[in-house]
């Protein structure tokens, strides 16, 4: 269970250093959480080149949803989705009742507003993901209540 | 064994292209840039089942007097392409196999190289090394035909040598 732990700290230490280092003007506009999404973009495309070294070609874009959900999940989180639905028209929208990362911070509404920051790494990773496997996407995450 | 490597984007320009030998190049370019065709024709073939939909490994693209050049396609729709030279027959399907494996476990570490911008060329050394020795084999392997008759005229060794007396 340690090596959990690791990415967790991790991640948590970048998000804080992301908004120490930036100046006043940027925490507004919202420029840190389009960096940290910027750093899971690049981050999701090498995992993927990677993870997608031996499993066969994709069929069509519900199977490279499905592998998201099932392998790259499991890889990355150590548990899969818990639910996938899709509109056939281009919208998936992915469920995750216990989202790995926010599991530690307190349940309750006081951090709510703050977890978009903790979200935005991971929405950049599937990005990339995405994008290296040909599909152009954007991606949003939304936290109902903590921890979720 | 190979005599030509490349290493074809998504958006179908290359990323990295090295032949041997080093005259002629733009014979080899040519050629890399019309499987692309057959490549794609592969990979659209949807209900004649020629190729497994569901390999990574394209196989033998097409056959030309001199060559064959192969084909591969990654999930991520990065293509490599490889010619090899017809005279090598003993070269086999799992050998070819194992030589587009290797391109592909490189090319996953240069993608994780974080110094490396995804579509732009690539200019790693480890790269360069592995396919470098993917070539020398069949170097070596002309070398060693020539050795073996030394002094008697053979027309590898007039190709090699006569081109450049002229």
């Known amino acids: ?148 | 064994m190979a005599v030509c490597v490349a290493v074809i984007a998504k958006e179908n320009y290359p990323l990295y292209i090295r032949s041997i030998p080093t005259e002629n190049e733009l014979k080899f370019h040519y050629m890399v840039h019309t499987s692309l065709d057959v490549v794609d024709e592969k990979i659209s073939a949807m209900g004649k089942a020629l190729v497994d939909q569901r390999e990574l490994y394209l196989g033998l693209l097409y056959p030309t007097e001199d060559y064959k050049v192969y084909g591969y396609v990654t999930n991520s729709k990065v293509k490599f392409v490889m010619v090899v030279d017809s005279s090598n027959t003993a070269l086999r399907d799992n050998e070819i196999r194992s030589m587009f494996r290797k391109l592909h476990n490189s090319y996953t570490d240069v993608m994780c190289n974080p110094f490396y911008n995804p579509g732009d060329r690539i200019q790693s050394r480890a790269f360069d090394g592995m396919v470098t020795s993917m070539m020398i084999q069949a170097r070596r392997g002309k070398e060693s035909l020539v050795a073996r008759a030394p002094g008697a005229w053979s027309p590898e060794e007039a190709a090699k040598g006569g081109a450049e007396d002229l």
């Open chain 1, 1 to 148: 269970m340690a090596d959990e732990a690791l990415f967790l700290l991790l991640h948590n230490e970048m998000v804080s250093g992301v908004y120490k280092s930036a100046e006043q003007g940027e925490v507004e506009n919202g420029r840190c959480i389009t960096k940290l999404e910027n750093m899971g973009f690049r981050v999701g495309q090498g995992l993927i080149e990677r993870f997608t070294k031996d499993t066969a070609r994709f069929k069509d874009e519900l199977d490279i949803m499905k592998f998201i959900c099932k392998d790259f999940w499991t890889t990355v989180f150590k548990k899969q989705i818990d639910n996938l639905r899709t509109n056939h028209q281009g919208i998936y929208v992915l469920q995750d009742n216990k989202f790995r990362l926010l599991t530690q911070m307190s349940a309750g509404k006081q951090y709510l507003e703050h977890a978009s920051k903790y979200l935005a790494f991971t929405c950049g990773l599937i990005r990339g993901g995405l994008s290296n496997l040909g599909i152009k996407s954007i991606v949003t995450a939304e936290v109902s209540s903590m921890p979720a």
